[in-house]
């Protein structure tokens, strides 16, 4: 089933308009066809006319005619044009071109007067449109009924026609060509409405505007109106959840405070099993708080970015927190990124993902984090490189075939990015991991 509006309205309008025109088509034919078969009549009895006309009585009682028939085609032995005069008493006159063939007639109308059209077998084998009338002829007691048929060839009409069929035929396809072509901008200019309704969604979902805009038909309004309030609720159910979740995580940070000072406190006090074992539960719970904190900020997916974001300043901003970080501040930060270099992420879900990157780069480099950025045919790709003690060869390879689920806890790499996996599966990024043969861990995001 085509699903496309404009191909099922192209196959809809090339049948209706093919059956139509053939449709019409038969009609001309048939038209030009009765048209022209009455102007043959009318040209038959005018034959018939002046036949009758031209009919006289011999002292002998015979029929006769005074004068030939006009038409040449009545002496040129089966011209295709022929008469016949036939009485009650068994008189037969006929034109030289039936040469010696007698015209079986139907039936005779008894009635003078009477005009009639028929069809009969003419000389070989041929069909002759035959018209008749019926007239009282004679005075007196010498006065009989004569029966005058002039017919011809039906051979001419069904040759004009079929030249009829064939001329016309051109004129139709021009015209479907021309209806079809009428038909395809009517469609365009009736889809442009759905075609901005379409560019204005595309809007709302890359965060360019929040609703529908614009003026639209009469017959979009109600949808317009529906997809707008749709919009609005969902906005409001997102904003609701992730206050919700800040909410909780926010209360969840003064108990764990608690918990981690009672820890401490037991911890001082000798109690060091117990101490430590809440602190490590304590420790656990707020780093499983702030990484859903962290996740209820991001997007949900790729369409609903508020904008794209520039690489270099979100980079420059974060290299600036960890410069003052006891693990940054020794480091050399190299940063090759060019100021016009965009992707298509949200500001905030950038900085997240640049954010956990360079936070492990400064956790494990030596001396300096080079962080490089290039476009190429494919995109925009993003190299962050240190110069620490890299990953072991069997866990890179391990996290390669488990489709790189990065768990916090790795150990010999404090690469524990499940938000950097989160938003790489959100946005649907490419990120390679690969260590340097110079030492050190090399990440690639592909955007």
Same mark, same amino acid.
């Given at each position: 089933?085509?699903?496309?509006?404009?191909?099922?309205?192209? $196959?809809?309008?090339?049948?209706?308009?093919?059956?139509?025109?053939?449709?019409?088509?038969?009609?001309?034919?048939?038209?030009?066809?009765?048209?022209?078969?009455?102007?043959?009549?009318?040209?038959?009895?005018?034959?018939?006319?002046?036949?009758?006309?031209?009919?006289?009585?011999?002292?002998?009682?015979?029929?006769?005619?005074?004068?030939?028939?006009?038409?040449?085609?009545?002496?040129?032995?089966?011209?295709?044009?022929?008469?016949?005069?036939?009485?009650?008493?068994?008189?037969?006159?006929?034109?030289?071109?039936?040469?010696?063939?007698?015209?079986?007639?139907?039936?005779?109308?008894?009635?003078?007067?009477?005009?009639?059209?028929?069809?009969?077998?003419?000389?070989?084998?041929?069909?002759?449109?035959?018209?008749?009338?019926? $007239?009282?002829?004679?005075?007196?007691?010498?006065?009989?009924?004569?029966?005058?048929?002039?017919?011809?060839?039906?051979?001419?009409?069904?040759?004009?026609?079929?030249?009829?069929?064939?001329? %016309?035929?051109?004129?139709?396809?021009?015209?479907?060509?021309?209806?079809?072509?009428?038909?395809?901008?009517?469609?365009?200019?009736?889809?442009?409405?759905?075609?901005?309704?379409?560019?204005?969604?595309?809007?709302?979902?890359?965060?360019?505007?929040?609703? &529908?805009?614009?003026?639209?038909?009469?017959?979009?309004?109600?949808?317009?109106?529906?997809?707008?309030?749709?919009?609005?609720?969902?906005?409001?159910?997102?904003?609701?959840?992730?206050?919700?979740?800040?909410?909780?995580?926010?209360?969840?940070?003064?108990?764990?405070?608690?918990?981690?000072?009672?820890?401490?406190?037991?911890?001082?006090?000798?109690?060091?099993?117990?101490?430590?074992?809440?602190?490590?539960?304590?420790?656990?719970?707020?780093?499983?708080?702030?990484?859903?904190?962290?996740?209820?900020?991001?997007?949900?997916?790729?369409?609903?970015?508020?904008?794209?974001?520039?690489?270099?300043?979100?980079?420059?901003?974060?290299?600036?927190? &960890?410069?003052?970080?006891?693990?940054?501040?020794?480091?050399?930060?190299?940063?090759?990124?060019?100021?016009? %270099?965009?992707?298509?992420?949200?500001?905030?879900?950038?900085?997240?993902?640049?954010?956990?990157?360079?936070?492990?780069?400064?956790?494990?480099?030596?001396?300096?984090?080079?962080?490089?950025?290039?476009?190429?045919?494919?995109?925009?790709?993003?190299? %962050?490189?240190?110069?620490?003690?890299?990953?072991?060869?069997?866990?890179?390879?391990?996290?390669?075939?488990?489709?790189?689920?990065?768990?916090?806890?790795?150990?010999?790499?404090?690469?524990?990015?499940?938000?950097?996996?989160?938003? $790489?599966?959100?946005?649907?990024?490419?990120?390679?991991?690969?260590?340097?043969?110079?030492?050190?861990?090399?990440?690639?995001?592909?955007?």
């Amino acid at each position: 089933m085509m699903r496309s509006i404009r191909a099922r309205f192209v $196959v809809l309008s090339l049948v209706s308009v093919g059956l139509l025109l053939f449709l019409a088509g038969l009609v001309f034919v048939d038209l030009f066809g009765r048209s022209l078969e009455r102007r043959v009549v009318e040209e038959l009895d005018r034959h018939t006319v002046e036949v009758i006309g031209n009919l006289r009585l011999t002292p002998q009682g015979a029929l006769s005619l005074s004068e030939r028939a006009q038409d040449s085609r009545f002496q040129e032995p089966l011209g295709g044009l022929y008469w016949q005069v036939t009485d009650e008493r068994g008189a037969l006159l006929r034109s030289p071109s039936l040469w010696d063939t007698e015209l079986a007639l139907p039936a005779a109308e008894a009635d003078p007067g009477v005009q009639r059209q028929y069809t009969l077998s003419g000389p070989e084998d041929t069909v002759l449109l035959a018209h008749e009338r019926v $007239v009282s002829f004679g005075t007196g007691s010498d006065t009989r009924i004569v029966r005058t048929v002039v017919a011809i060839d039906t051979a001419g009409l069904v040759a004009a026609s079929r030249a009829f069929t064939v001329d %016309i035929i051109p004129y139709l396809a021009i015209l479907a060509i021309l209806l079809v072509g009428l038909s395809l901008l009517q469609l365009t200019v009736g889809l442009r409405p759905l075609a901005r309704l379409n560019r204005g969604l595309h809007r709302v979902r890359s965060r360019q505007a929040e609703r &529908l805009e614009g003026q639209f038909p009469t017959e979009l309004d109600a949808t317009v109106e529906a997809l707008n309030r749709l919009l609005d609720e969902q906005q409001r159910a997102i904003d609701k959840a992730r206050a919700r979740a800040a909410d909780l995580a926010h209360g969840l940070k003064t108990p764990l405070t608690v918990l981690s000072n009672d820890a401490q406190t037991l911890i001082e006090r000798g109690d060091s099993d117990l101490g430590g074992e809440l602190a490590h539960i304590a420790q656990v719970m707020e780093a499983h708080v702030q990484r859903e904190l962290t996740l209820s900020r991001i997007a949900t997916n790729r369409t609903v970015r508020r904008d794209d974001s520039f690489i270099a300043p979100t980079v420059a901003s974060i290299v600036r927190t &960890l410069r003052r970080t006891p693990n940054g501040e020794h480091l050399d930060w190299i940063m090759d990124i060019r100021d016009d %270099i965009k992707v298509p992420l949200d500001r905030q879900d950038l900085g997240e993902l640049l954010g956990n990157i360079l936070e492990n780069a400064a956790k494990w480099a030596r001396t300096s984090v080079l962080i490089a950025a290039r476009s190429d045919a494919k995109g925009r790709v993003l190299t %962050i490189c240190d110069d620490g003690p890299g990953v072991a060869d069997g866990m890179l390879d391990q996290l390669s075939t488990r489709g790189l689920r990065l768990d916090l806890q790795t150990p010999g790499h404090g690469l524990g990015l499940s938000i950097v996996q989160e938003i $790489v599966e959100v946005y649907g990024l490419e990120i390679k991991l690969r260590n340097r043969e110079t030492g050190g861990l090399e990440v690639e995001l592909h955007f």
